[in-house]
């Protein structure tokens, strides 16, 4: 009996009555497209935060490099320039710092094995 209403109202519009399997069909279509083209989007973004990325640590292993053989330079005396010479300077203070918390690490870890 709903089907013959659905049907004198489908008849009464010109257009055939969608199904509900139609429409189910519809809306998965839909929102398959829309999950596709969301999906592609987030591919793109994290492509170029990927490349972003490698081009930054390709970046700063090169200023690693550059630095390493500027203070060979230094050290060779080839180059001299008082603004490097004072940031050697700090870089030597950290090395040193950094090797004495490491000496003074070996004593504790010792006793923590102990």
């Known amino acids: 009996m709903s089907e013959q209403i659905v ?12 199904s509900v399997s139609d429409l189910l069909r519809e809306l998965l279509a839909f929102v398959s497209d ?11 973004r994290s492509r170029h935060q990927l490349e972003l990325r490698q081009l930054r640590k390709d970046r700063n292993k090169r200023l690693e490099k ?19 010479t004072t940031r050697i300077g700090h870089i ?3 090395d ?7 000496l003074d690490e070996g ?3 010792r006793a923590a094995e102990e």
């Not at 049907?7 to 969608?18: S, Y």
């Not at 040193?96 to 490491?102: F, N, V």
């Open 34 to 44: 829309r999950g596709k083209a969301e999906i592609g989007r987030a591919h793109e």
């Open 66 to 84: 550059l630095g390493r053989e500027v203070v060979a330079l230094v050290e060779a005396g080839e180059l001299v320039h008082p603004g490097v």
């Open 92 to 94: 030597k203070d950290l």
């Open 7 to 18: 049907d004198e109202q489908g008849d009464k519009a010109g257009l055939p009555a969608p």
């Open 96 to 102: 040193e710092r950094i090797h004495a918390l490491l």
């Open 107 to 109: 004593p504790m870890d």
